[in-house]
């Protein structure tokens, strides 16, 4: 299963960020604006294992980083939304957490094949 992979990725010393790139890349072949060095990283991994393709939306932590990725074919909705107090939801459906619309900084959603990952020590979204 996919958690088993990443597990053993994470227990070779991989870290959280690439390990799930690696596991759940984006679209890559046909993006001509891609950093060359970013597409070399998928065309190398390609040879090695397939994507995990999904649907599937995956949250994840390892303790410093929680992450939200989406498989790249984006069949799965993935919302989330980031209050003032700097809460962060993401879950299939918006409203799963009862906050004020006054409370609410930013709103959206990740795309297919995009990771949206939030360091806990810094605060920061990457």
């Excluded at 960020?17 to 759940?24: D, G």
């Excluded at 072949?29 to 090695?48: G, I, T, V, Y």
Aim: proline fraction near 7%; hydrophobic fraction near 40%.
């Amino acid at each position: 299963s996919m958690d088993n992979m990443l597990e053993l990725l994470l227990a070779g010393g991989m870290d959280i960020i690439r390990a799930m790139r690696l596991l759940v890349p984006p679209a890559w072949q046909n993006n001509p604006d891609m950093d060359p060095e970013l597409r070399a990283f998928f065309d190398f991994n390609s040879m090695h294992m397939e994507p995990w393709d999904g649907p599937a939306g995956i949250v994840m932590s390892d303790g410093r980083f929680a992450a939200c990725n989406l498989d790249r074919n984006g069949l799965r909705p993935a919302r989330y939304v980031i209050t003032k107090d700097k809460l962060i939801t993401c879950a299939s459906e918006v409203g799963i957490w009862d906050y004020q619309p006054d409370e609410v900084v930013e709103k959206g959603r990740v795309g297919p094949g995009e990771l949206m990952v939030i360091d806990t020590r810094s605060g920061r979204i990457l």
